[in-house]
């Protein structure tokens, strides 16, 4: 059943052209008057529309939410993404504005990164005699790595250092470069490029930022207190000269501190910059008084007014360790799945719950009880990595990425690891390492990998005929390397049951992208772009929701466990700055401000340390601040 919107909310639902700002409470409808806005502005004809969240389910929400308001032929006129897949497309289309080559991959993984800073020292003898006489060559290439996304998320571009008066920044700044110039030989981008280059092209190029406000009539940005310095200065140079534009948000939810993320660029820059109308929302309608109560005492100045009716439940629970609190927890839910709850007026199934902590490690015990017991879980959107775990589909995910960018050396080479071919390759600047990969002698292959590679070579034969053939592509090689009898001998069953699982996993991926996708449109280097950006995650919402603060942001449930809230734990012991310390406050304020009608907070005394010791754990402040 859908509540009428409130007076308040029907003011924002209703404004038209001009910037506006709606800060409000938890629970008090932020995404409700955002959906209901959009819906409202294609519903008189005022297309297109771009709304900007920070995660993928978000999106996915808020299209779902707008979809069913909206008639059919009405769906094409609102992209709903995150600030990283807008950004993206932007690279990816108008990129070579600013010189960047075509075809652009996403190199995500760690170890691509570090390959590349690899051969960046070793090909260079200035850097290699920088670091060789130094220990633990392997942690500077990291520090080095983590240097240069730093600059990047400040745009700071090496052309800056190099004008620097501090000699070690001029230095730094031939590795940096260097560092680009690799990464654009590979066709490869990094996740800071993403954000980095559409920053670039905006700034640079003032009229591909038009051309897009002028498809865009009106933009959204969701949960805009989790802007940080990077994506606020990529959303101002999108909308220079431009107007309707409007920002949602809530100061105290702001959680993502540690990437850099400030709610001043909300409250202060773009009020600031925009000059737009303000809003707030302080009605709750999501939970019930006393947990509305215990969220103003973690922040007193918050705005936040109960409408529910009733009561509610919030009680604290001491265990005496970590064992018998899953335990007690598993009986209280099997006692609410059976019997109900007296706040709660209908029937409380496993989806109705969730259980949060501050950190996934302090779910495992719980997770491991709740199993034992056959109650279903779910871990929200990081239920499954995207990296492989068998040889033969790590070796098939690298020749994809090759036959997708025949510059791409880095996955050519790990290709020949995997297969530990045994001959050099002669190469030369221009050589295609598709037509490498595609002549490989296999008598140079490892007897043991052959048949993986010929198994594997066939399905890129397949993608080769057709890109849109990913399913026929993982066919054969289930044909060639699971099914096939004679290969009992030469592959063990530990691969085939690794690569059964990696096959499952990589068909999930390819489904969710071509439901995302137009069939005849699809492509592999798109597929793998959004891969890469988490596009095709599927979000399992069944059973019980075992989340940590910052996965449970934006979600809401009848009944919370909130775990673990012991000092150090939740507030994390590495909190000591004023601002980490308040950020602390924040993420419970979010935990708290999740549960509709019952909230309960549980902590154990004791807890086992990894080298089996059991230590004393003291209650979270938290506890107190909130009146137990
Ligand atoms: N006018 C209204 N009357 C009744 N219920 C409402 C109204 N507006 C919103 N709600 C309900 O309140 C709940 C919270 O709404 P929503 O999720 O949009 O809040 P939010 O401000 O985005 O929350 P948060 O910041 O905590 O994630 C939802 O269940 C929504 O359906």
Not at 207 to 226: H, V
Not at 595 to 621: E, F, H, L
Request: hydrophobic content about 40%.
């Amino acid at each position: 059943m859908t509540f009428p919107l409130t007076e308040n909310q029907m003011k924002i639902v209703r404004h038209i052209d001009g910037a506006l700002l709606v800060i409000a409470g938890p629970g008090s409808g932020k995404t409700r008057v955002l959906t209901e806005r959009i819906t409202n502005l294609l519903t008189l004809g005022k297309k297109r529309v771009l709304a900007l969240t920070f995660s993928n389910k978000a999106a996915e929400e808020i299209s779902e939410r707008i979809e069913q308001n909206l008639d059919e032929e009405k769906h094409d006129d609102v992209l709903v993404g995150t600030v990283h897949s807008f950004c993206l497309d932007v690279v990816m289309n108008r990129g070579n504005l600013i010189g960047l080559p075509n075809g652009l991959v996403i190199f995500e993984s760690d170890v691509d990164k570090l390959e590349i800073m690899k051969r960046v020292i070793n090909e260079n003898p200035e850097f290699r005699n920088r670091i060789f006489h130094t220990n633990g060559k392997s942690n500077i290439l990291k520090t080095y790595l983590r240097q240069i996304s730093e600059y990047k998320q400040n745009f700071i571009m090496p052309e800056v250092l190099l004008d620097s008066d501090n000699d070690n920044e001029v230095e730094f700044a031939k590795i940096y470069e260097s560092y680009n110039n690799m990464m654009l030989s590979q066709r490869a981008l990094d996740f800071d490029d993403i954000l980095f280059y559409a920053y670039r092209i905006f700034n640079e190029r003032p009229q591909i930022a038009k051309s897009y406000t002028r498809l865009y009539k009106y933009i959204f940005i969701d949960e805009a207190q989790d802007l940080n310095e990077a994506q606020y200065k990529v959303i101002r140079a999108l909308c220079k000269d431009f107007e309707n534009i409007m920002m949602v948000g809530d100061p105290a939810q702001s959680i993502y501190g540690f990437n850099g993320s400030n709610s001043d660029f909300m409250t202060n820059d773009f009020i600031r910059d925009f000059k737009p109308t303000e809003f707030r929302l302080v009605e709750n309608f999501r939970s019930t008084r006393r947990i509305i109560d215990a969220a103003k005492k973690i922040h007193p100045n918050v705005d936040s007014n109960a409408v529910y009716p009733l009561e509610g439940e919030l009680s604290v629970h001491m265990f005496r360790d970590e064992k018998d609190e899953a335990l007690w927890i598993v009986k209280e839910i099997n006692k609410l799945i059976v019997d109900g709850s007296k706040w709660i007026e209908n029937q409380i199934s496993y989806e109705n719950i969730a259980i949060i902590a501050r950190n996934r490690y302090v779910l495992s015990k719980v997770k491991e009880i709740l199993m034992l017991n056959n109650i279903p879980v779910n871990q929200g959107a990081v239920s499954r990595s995207v990296e492989s775990e068998s040889i033969a589909i790590k070796i098939f995910e690298a020749g994809l990425r090759v036959i997708i960018n025949p510059y791409d050396n880095v996955h050519f080479n790990q290709i020949l690891g995997l297969i530990k071919y045994k001959d050099k390759i002669n190469t030369s600047n221009d050589s295609s390492y598709l037509d490498l990969l595609l002549n490989l002698d296999v008598k140079n292959i490892d007897n043991g990998h052959i048949n993986i590679f010929n198994a594997v070579n066939k399905a890129w034969g397949i993608l080769l005929e057709d890109e849109e053939n990913f399913s026929k592509a993982l066919k054969i090689i289930v044909e060639y390397l699971v099914k096939q009898e004679i290969l009992d001998e030469e592959l063990d069953e530990n691969e085939q049951y690794l690569i059964q699982k990696d096959i499952e996993m990589w068909k999930e991926h390819w489904q969710k992208y071509c439901s995302q996708s137009v069939a005849g449109q699809r492509s592999l280097s798109h597929f793998r772009n959004q891969v890469s950006l988490g596009k095709t995650q599927t979000h399992d919402n069944s059973g019980i929701s075992l989340l940590t603060v910052h996965m449970s942001k934006g979600l809401e449930y009848d009944i919370v466990f909130l775990i673990g809230l012991n000092e150090g734990t939740f507030p994390d012991y590495r909190a000591k700055s004023h601002k980490e310390l308040k950020e602390e406050l924040n993420n419970m304020f979010v935990a708290l401000t999740r549960a509709r009608r019952v909230c309960y907070i549980t902590y154990p005394q004791t807890k086992i340390m990894p080298w089996g010791d059991s230590r004393y754990q003291s209650p979270s402040n938290f506890i107190s601040k909130i009146g137990f």
